[in-house]
């Protein structure tokens, strides 16, 4: 006897949704392994049997392979995966709301408000929280890249206002905050322009584990309440209009979105400096896994940003024994090829 096409179709969904969640688990693993490595490269780098060893029962091995692991390279190692998966969930989210798959967290200046912050407080001294001490330099950040994000806020409540002319203010931020940091630059002496230029390069050495607490938490509120917009998400990401008659509230839904990254980009950028391409590679790893359900999406999306945050960290610290380059640097450096071959490719899916 033939299935009927519906038990067919039940069927191929079934299996579709297994795959899916197969990746998400398979995601997991990888990033569970990618830590272990990560923890274990270093002067005088350890096994990734010693690495478990250590963080399993740290009682059990030397003092100083506990010390080791636990107050220098774990903080770092945790680090470099919650704030990939903050940049990888902020970026699906934005080329989501975007419908631009070349928008990233920073697309809207995000990054630059930041940096500016960041130098205003490196260069002259000015802090924005009252008694924020040492924490005056990540304060600043957090800030104005808030800030920021309220002013995109407001701007999307005026009447008119289109995706694309939405991005052209981002744009035009991108660029103010740019100049103006460069104005900062230009009048700081040199231990401070080296300072400047060291924190706009991204770098994990200033991990804590207060960092690492307010970050979890953070990813702890925004992963189920995006999740709880998925189905939504996923009909926006077919268009606004198609989205509306399903009754998907678009103009509502795009605002919660919009908090949710200015969120997440801002925490990450004040914590560690500026790291780019993690919002832009992370979703196009996770649109070819599992496709543009956001069921799936979503989270993959934040664990393959985690995942290249993950051995990007181990990457800075191996190319040079010894030396440990600036996370941004080695980003960059994977994010410029992929970045250039996704334009090559839209563009020929443009001239089909």
Not at 85 to 112: E, K, V
Not at 191 to 205: N, T
Not at 225 to 236: K, V
Request: aromatic share 8%; hydrophobic share 55%; net charge positive.
């Amino acid at each position: 006897m033939t299935p009927s096409i519906p038990m067919r179709a039940g069927e191929r969904y079934r299996r579709r949704i297994f795959r899916k969640s197969m990746f998400v688990l398979g995601a997991l693993l990888i990033l569970l392994v990618s830590v272990c490595v990560d923890v274990g490269v270093g002067p005088g780098s350890y096994s990734p049997v010693e690495v478990l060893t250590a963080l399993v029962s740290p009682n059990s091995v030397a003092p100083r392979l506990s010390i080791i692991v636990w107050d220098v390279r774990l903080p770092v190692a945790l680090m470099a995966v919650l704030v990939g998966a903050m940049l990888g969930m902020a970026g699906a989210q934005m080329q989501t709301i975007l419908h631009n798959p070349l928008a990233d967290p920073f697309t809207l200046g995000i990054s630059s408000a930041a940096s500016f912050g960041a130098a205003l407080a490196i260069a002259l001294g000015i802090g924005l929280w009252p008694g924020s001490g040492g924490f005056l330099i990540t304060a600043n950040a957090f800030i104005f890249a808030l800030a920021t994000s309220l002013v995109l806020f407001i701007f999307t409540r005026m009447r008119g206002v289109t995706v694309e002319t939405f991005v052209l203010v981002g744009i035009a931020l991108f660029f103010t905050f740019n100049a103006l940091l460069a104005f900062i630059q230009y009048r700081s002496s040199e231990a401070q322009l080296q300072q400047i230029v060291f924190w706009m390069m991204g770098s994990l050495g200033r991990s804590s584990w207060t960092k690492i607490g307010v970050c979890a938490a953070l990813l702890a509120l925004v992963i189920p309440f995006s999740l709880m917009r998925s189905t939504m998400m996923t009909a926006l990401a077919m268009g606004d209009d198609r989205a509306a008659t399903m009754g998907v509230p678009v103009s509502r839904l795009r605002l919660e979105m919009l908090a949710s990254i200015s969120l997440l980009a801002a925490t990450a950028t004040a914590f560690v400096g500026t790291i780019g391409f993690i919002g832009l590679v992370g979703p196009h790893i996770a649109r070819m896994l599992v496709g543009e359900d956001q069921r799936y999406f979503l989270p993959v999306s934040a664990a393959a940003g985690a995942i290249i945050l993950s051995l990007a960290s181990t990457l800075a610290k191996a190319v040079t024994p010894g030396v440990i380059y600036p996370i941004g640097i080695i980003t960059a450096l994977v994010g410029v090829p992929f970045f250039l071959s996704l334009v090559l490719s839209l563009r020929k899916e443009t001239w089909r």
